[in-house]
């Protein structure tokens, strides 16, 4: 079975950046097709960005300010934020493409104004 450890996540000002990672474990899963989704406190948890082999998709609320990479040799995703906003406090989290497999603990990031 599969299994997400995120991290990275922490308090940043907002104009500010972090990078999230995300090591997925597992015999046969592989990160060809990820994604990062977060929950903020009282909303469900949303989308953030995926990607599919050469593609990647993003939220209209952070394109332009997050990118989404992985490194296939270490099963390992990344997502490098940037210009992170308040409204970008949230847990985040990463599963696959279409957010099917139990979910990991996830990574807080808290953007103060």
């Known amino acids: 079975q599969v299994q997400f450890v995120e991290s990275g996540g922490g308090l940043v000002q907002a104009g500010g950046s972090l990078r999230l990672s995300c090591a997925a474990s597992?015999?046969?899963?592989?990160?060809?097709?990820i994604g990062w989704y977060r929950q903020a406190p009282g909303k469900q948890r949303e989308l953030v960005a995926r990607v599919s082999g050469n593609r990647a998709d993003y939220a209209d609320s952070v394109l332009g300010r997050f990118t989404i990479s992985r490194d296939n040799a270490k099963n390992t995703v990344y997502l490098q934020m940037n210009s992170l906003k308040p409204e970008d406090t949230a847990v985040y989290y990463c599963?696959?493409?279409?957010?099917?497999?139990?979910w990991g603990q996830g990574t807080q990031v808290t953007v103060s104004s």
């Open positions: 599963n696959d493409y279409f957010g099917t497999r139990p």
């Open positions: 597992g015999s046969t899963f592989r990160i060809s097709e």
